[in-house]
């Protein structure tokens, strides 16, 4: 899978610069193709997220952020979750039992980037 990875050198003064190589030294133990880019700004993240998809990319990860405000979410979506749709407009994450009806997950508007992790649990 073709994976771009986006690094903000301002967060955390500069703290993901200095964790990259170790990163990257870590990305080569897994069978994924990773682009790396550091951005110089704002809206260069921007156009990195979306040409993305026109380039083949899979996945996007965001190394940096806004370490003094983590909950910050800038983003609204819905998603079906056992007999309601849920509005989510807050960070969160949902437990969701085995037989539970759920999905689509709809991306309603994205003012900043988000993460969103699909962890799967087995016994």
């Known amino acids: 899978m073709k994976v771009l990875v986006i690094v903000n050198p301002h967060a955390g003064k500069g703290k993901p610069l200095k964790m990259l190589p170790a990163i990257k030294e870590m990305s080569q133990r897994v069978d994924h193709q990773f682009s790396w880019r550091v951005t110089a700004s704002p809206e260069e993240m921007d156009r990195l997220l979306r040409s993305a998809p026109a380039e083949g ?23 079906f979750l056992g007999d309601k749709v849920r509005k989510i407009d807050y960070s969160c994450y949902f437990f969701i039992p085995k037989g539970t009806p759920h999905c689509p997950l709809v991306i309603k508007r994205v003012g900043k980037p988000i993460v969103f992790i699909d962890a799967r649990v087995n016994p």
């Not at 990319?57 to 998603?79: P, T, W, Y």
Request: avoid cysteine.
């Open 57 to 79: 990319h899979k996945a996007v990860f965001l190394i940096g952020g806004d370490g003094r405000n983590f909950v910050e979410f800038d983003a609204e979506a819905e998603m």
